[in-house]
């Protein structure tokens, strides 16, 4: 937890389920990763190439996920996000990921933390 993978070419790295808590993944090229299931919270993405990473069950309480690359409405429609979730600006005003983050919202209002993540939607976006 807290690690340094600043800059790592991680590209197609199956990293479903790591602890990644507060780690340093500036710059870090994360295309076709996967980390689903990842405990990413607090975690510095800025820069990060996410092009067709999966973040399904993905926990992104307190990431940064400013000045990413390749990162999409549909990618963050399965993740846990929270108001300290830093998003790109497009995404910020994304209404789906708006949606998402109020779902995210009211579940943690009715449940514990460490309770499964809120379901996706029926019908996550495209693109």
Do not use: F, K, N, Y
């Not at 800059?7 to 090229?29: F, K, P």
């Amino acid at each position: 937890m807290g690690g340094s993978l600043c800059r790592a070419d991680l590209r197609g790295a199956d990293l479903s389920g790591a602890i990644l808590t507060s780690a340093d993944l500036r710059h870090t090229l994360l295309a076709r990763a996967c980390l689903d299931q990842a405990l990413m919270a607090g975690a510095d993405l800025c820069g990060a190439l996410l092009t067709e990473t999966t973040l399904l069950g993905a926990d992104l309480t307190g990431a940064d996920l400013r000045d990413t690359t390749g990162l999409t409405a549909r990618q963050l429609a399965g993740s846990l996000m929270d108001e300290e979730t830093s998003c790109p600006p497009a995404l910020a005003s994304d209404p789906w990921v708006a949606a998402r983050l109020g779902a995210c919202r009211a579940w943690r209002d009715q449940h514990q933390r460490d309770a499964r993540i809120p379901p996706s939607p029926p019908t996550a976006p495209v693109g």
